[in-house]
């Protein structure tokens, strides 16, 4: 399964067009798009526009939009009411939650439902402030607390989870224990599939860079150059 996150109509149509599975409406647009240290600030009215333009992208991809911080908080009906806005107003096919066993009501509320919901357990970025920090997870006895929260988001109804920032061996393990496919991040090869954030899967994201990132090109140095290029012509009035 190869997923890419877009935030946009036109890199959605891009990766639409290069044959990408699925196409997530990450939260991390909080850092790569709107520039704060980390996805908290997002509002659900965000991820809903983001997610409209690369619905309008995508005519292959499946879309899942991300539940942003401070929903799954609160009562199952609030998250289910965001939920119903999400697939409503944007045309995604799925919602992916953060978090594991205690989540995992809020979760069965939505699937009973027949909401699709994408599950996401391990270092989950809404977490940062209580793992004191972007921090790998799982490691030693911790192993077991992610295992849990897998098979609980697989037992209330989640077609597929992604296991992000945990060590290789521990995602091999959830992977070959789970029925629904995972999706790694951070989380070694063993997993079913991989996401990267397209920001740095392009070279384009400058901010901090996790070890496991492939940039697949250095698209920072391609727009230096041709925008640079612009400039230098505009100036010396050689373009238009
Ligand atoms: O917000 C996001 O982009 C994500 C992926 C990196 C899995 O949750």
């Known amino acids: ?66 539940l942003p911080f401070g929903l799954c908080h609160r009562s199952s009906d609030v998250v289910l009411e965001a939920a119903i806005r999400v697939l409503k107003e944007s045309g995604a096919q799925a919602v992916k939650v953060e978090g594991g066993v205690p989540v995992a009501q809020t979760i069965q509320a939505l699937t009973t439902r027949h909401i699709p919901v994408l599950g996401h357990v391990g270092l989950t970025p809404q977490s940062v402030h209580a793992f004191g920090g972007f921090k790998v997870q799982g490691r030693g006895e ?32 959830i992977s070959a224990r789970l029925t629904i496919p995972t999706i790694g991040i951070g989380a070694g090869p063993g997993c079913d599939g991989q996401v990267l954030v397209v920001y740095d899967l392009l070279g384009l994201y400058d901010g901090v860079k996790p070890r496991f990132v492939k940039r697949y090109m250095d698209g920072s140095a391609l727009v230096r150059q041709a925008v640079g290029h612009f400039a230098e012509e505009v100036r010396n009035r050689s373009f238009p």
Request: net charge negative.
């Open 142 to 173: 911790a192993a077991d607390r992610v295992l849990a929260d897998a098979v609980a988001v697989e037992e209330a109804g989640a077609f597929a989870v992604v296991l992000e920032g945990i060590p290789a061996r521990l995602s091999e393990k």
């Open 1 to 66: 399964i190869v997923c890419v996150t877009a935030y946009d109509y036109t890199v959605a149509k891009l990766l639409d067009a290069a044959g990408v599975d699925m196409l997530l409406v990450g939260d991390s647009l909080g850092m790569v798009v709107q520039g704060h240290d980390t996805t908290l600030p997002v509002t659900l009215d965000q991820m809903i526009y983001h997610t409209q333009a690369v619905v309008r992208g995508s005519e292959k991809a499946f879309v899942a939009c991300d």
